[in-house]
C-alpha cells in the first residue's frame, strides 16, 4: 500500500553530523503528515520532529536547535538533517507517515528504521 524506506543511518562521533531520507512509495502530495521516531535499547518509541503538508515543522525539545525536518515533494522524500549530535541520539530512528483517505479515513505508516550511534 505505502512503503516507508529509511536511509542515512551510521556512526558519528559526538558533535558529529548525519542526514536521514525517508522515501515514500506514494506521492506526499497524498500524505499528511511526515516525520521521525526513534527508540533506543529498553526504552520506548517517542517522536523526534514531524512536518505537516503545508510545511510547518514541531520538534521535540530534546533535539530543538540540532535536528532539521524538510519535506521535498517533488522526489517524495523527507529529510532530517541532525547537527550536534549527543551519544543520547543513539537509537534506531523510523519514518513515520499518515494518510487521510477522501473516505475521511486515517492510516498511519511506518518504516523499518535505520540505526544512527553516536560514540563519545
Known amino acids: 500500500q505505502v512503503q516507508l524506506v529509511e536511509s542515512g543511518g551510521g556512526l558519528v562521533q559526538a558533535g558529529g553530523s548525519l542526514r536521514l531520507s525517508c522515501a515514500a512509495s506514494?506521492?506526499?502530495?497524498?500524505?499528511?503528515?511526515m516525520g521521525w521516531y526513534r527508540q533506543a535499547p529498553g526504552k520506548q518509541r517517542e517522536l523526534v520532529a514531524l512536518i505537516t503538508s503545508t510545511g510547518t515543522a514541531n520538534y521535540q525539545e530534546f533535539v530543538k536547535g540540532r535536528f532539521t525536518i524538510s519535506r521535498d515533494n517533488a522526489k517524495n522524500t523527507v529529510y532530517l538533517q541532525m547537527n550536534s549530535l549527543k551519544p543520547e541520539d543513539t537509537a534506531v530512528y523510523y519514518c513515520?507517515?499518515?494518510?487521510?483517505?477522501?473516505?475521511?479515513?486515517?492510516?498511519?505508516?511506518w518504516g523499518q528504521g535505520t540505526q544512527v550511534t553516536v560514540s563519545s
Open positions: 513515520y507517515a499518515d494518510r487521510i483517505l477522501t473516505t475521511g479515513s486515517k492510516y498511519v505508516y
Open positions: 506514494i506521492s506526499i502530495l497524498s500524505i499528511n503528515d
